[in-house]
């Protein structure tokens, strides 16, 4: 997947960080791929900043949709995690009110 000795494709940076967060252990994923953990921690720290690792484009009108799709992505998966809180958050209401039942049968 290397394209030279220190570049590495988009493809295989999005899939070693997928693969860190699935393991939870970037030293493991380092030693496995033989990439230098510093490495590793610069791209997910690009991953964190930009919600990619790839760059945006340099031309003005391309950056700019490059950002509104993130932007979109981003508020999208947003939406997402605010509904997934609000039903943990129902549950566990639920299961408070049923706690202080005294038989909740």
């Known amino acids: 997947m290397r394209v030279t000795k220190n570049q590495y494709s988009d ?4 899939q070693i960080i997928k693969e860190c967060q699935e393991t939870g252990n970037v030293a493991l994923v380092a030693r496995r791929h033989e990439i ?3 490495t590793i921690h610069t791209w997910l720290k690009k991953q964190r900043q930009r919600g990619s690792v790839k760059p945006l484009p340099k031309a003005k ?10 932007l979109k992505e981003v ?5 997402r995690l605010k509904r997934l809180l609000a039903e943990k958050e129902l549950q566990l209401a639920i299961l408070k009110d049923l ?3 005294k038989n909740p049968r």
């Open 11 to 14: 493809e295989f940076k999005e």
């Open 36 to 38: 230098a953990t510093t």
């Open 61 to 70: 009108e391309e950056r700019y949709k490059a950002m509104e799709k993130q």
């Open 75 to 79: 508020s999208t998966e947003n939406d």
């Open 99 to 101: 706690m202080n039942c």
